[in-house]
């Protein structure tokens, strides 16, 4: 089955979680879309620790997963970045190939999205973002579209795959200081 994006993404609606803008505009059809906002803190440590953990996968790790480069790159967050992410271990462990599709990085946001890829279970794309108000408060926003893989093993078990994903988002939101 070819891949839906055309460029190894199995969605065609590449960076439609918008990480650059404070107000998510409307979705394309077809997905389940997720967005929440939790306070980090207050003030230049809070948002120069939460920015770098953002953009060094932090959220993902703290959360209980491995984040490796599949490109050969390094594992800092990178446009058009590859990386497959991990869950669990040994034979129970589930492969996650993903592409970084935006990434955003200004005074007051930072953040990325990345989209799926031939082989994850799921078919979207997620975003972690870091931002700040002119008071110097801190908040995560996450943002998530997901439908069921395009083909594969998986598909039948997406029912079980978005609960595995609503106890991932609760640790997400608990993984910056």
Known sequence: MGDAGGDGLTYGCRGATAPDLAVWPASPPGFRRFETCVPVGRGEDVWTAAADAVLRWEVKRRSGFTVAAADGGGTAVRDGGRYTVTAGLGRLAVREPVEVVAVVDTGDR????????????????????????????????????????????????????????????????????
């Open 110 to 177: 930072r953040g990325f999205a990345y989209g799926t890829r031939r082989g994850h279970p799921v078919s979207g794309e997620e975003a972690f973002v870091v931002h700040r108000d002119d008071e110097g408060r801190v908040s995560l926003t996450l943002r998530s579209l997901t439908r069921a893989a395009p083909g594969g093993p998986w598909r039948p078990l997406f029912p079980v795959l978005l609960l595995a994903q609503r106890a991932a988002r609760a640790r997400y939101l608990r993984a910056l200081p």
